[in-house]
């Protein structure tokens, strides 16, 4: 059903004003597909401030709930269990980082993210990392979660568009380590690190140097993700974007009308 409503849009694509994506890598898939090249708009996601914001109450409960001290590094990836998301990488990269500083907890959240995923549970014991991540499952107290890390990961190797996670993870305070995969990295901008996908020991490395960071740096560095978001990703400059373009496809339309 989807190929076939994304055949019908390609194929009425060059008799709109706009085909709006969140993505220059949607915008480039699409066209490939046939969608017409002349009208696409790339606007953004958008984040809510107020919902993602920096939350001293909210990571203290959630590490109260992890049995992890204020003095420990939390490193966490919110993302579903699937093949894109490569969390084979981010578990390889942990244990680098379990090596190198003891003191680093991670946190995994997402649909099959909990012990009972055999493939994740394996590998974990594998590399004697239970006890130092920590598999949560779907959660819907994400905006609390991110107030309680450290550093937010993504590790996808493919597939990606527009990461939210990333973006919320931004919007709370917390400086990211993405790999170079859809607008990832122009999302973080200079506020955290990029890498190359499938690279765990260029992941570890990333994280390791951000965890390396004094408490003020990294939190200079967090408030700098949080201001990047709302200048150019809130909710309410991406709700302007849209009005704008909105606005002025019916004021074309009326032209024609009239």
């Keep these: 059903m989807t190929k076939g409503c994304i055949k019908i849009g390609a194929g009425l694509s060059s008799y709109v004003d706009h085909v709006i994506?969140?993505?220059?890598?949607?915008?480039?898939?699409?066209?490939?597909?046939?969608?017409?090249?002349?009208?696409?708009?790339?606007?953004?996601?958008?984040f809510d401030l107020d919902e993602f914001n920096i939350d001293l109450k909210a990571r203290n409960s959630f590490r109260i709930e992890l049995g992890v001290s204020q003095s420990q590094?939390?490193?966490?990836?919110?993302?579903?269990?699937?093949?894109?998301?490569?969390?084979?990488?981010?578990?390889?990269?942990?244990?680098?980082?379990?090596?190198?500083?003891?003191d680093v907890r991670f946190v995994l959240v997402g649909r099959d993210l909990l012990s009972t995923n055999g493939e994740l549970s394996s590998m974990l014991a594998s590399m004697n990392l239970e006890g130092?991540?920590?598999?949560?499952?779907?959660?819907?107290?994400?905006?609390?979660?991110?107030?309680?890390?450290?550093?937010?990961?993504?590790?996808?190797?493919?597939g990606e568009g527009f990461p939210n996670v990333i973006g919320e993870a931004m919007a709370s305070g917390v400086p990211c380590v993405v790999t170079d995969v859809g607008e990832s990295a122009r999302v973080v901008g200079d506020t955290g690190k990029v890498v190359q996908p499938e690279n765990p020991t260029a992941?570890?490395?990333?994280?390791?140097?951000?965890?390396?960071?004094?408490?003020?740096?990294?939190?200079?560095?967090?408030?700098?993700?949080?201001?990047?978001?709302?200048?150019?990703?809130?909710?309410?400059?991406?709700?302007?974007?849209?009005?704008?373009?909105y606005v002025s496809s019916w004021s074309k339309a009326n032209q024609i009308v009239n």
Excluded: C
Excluded at 73 to 97: E, S
Excluded at 223 to 240: D, G, L, P, T
């Design 21 to 46: 994506y969140n993505s220059s890598l949607s915008a480039v898939q699409h066209q490939n597909l046939g969608y017409s090249s002349k009208n696409g708009i790339i606007l953004p996601n958008g």
């Design 132 to 158: 130092k991540i920590f598999l949560m499952g779907e959660r819907n107290d994400i905006p609390q979660i991110n107030a309680a890390l450290d550093v937010a990961v993504s590790t996808s190797a493919w």
């Design 203 to 245: 992941l570890s490395t990333a994280l390791l140097s951000l965890l390396s960071l004094s408490d003020i740096e990294r939190r200079r560095l967090g408030e700098s993700a949080r201001q990047r978001i709302a200048e150019e990703f809130s909710i309410s400059n991406v709700s302007e974007m849209y009005e704008s373009l």
């Design 73 to 102: 590094f939390l490193v966490g990836y919110i993302a579903r269990f699937h093949p894109k998301k490569d969390h084979k990488t981010f578990v390889r990269a942990a244990n680098k980082i379990a090596i190198a500083n003891p």
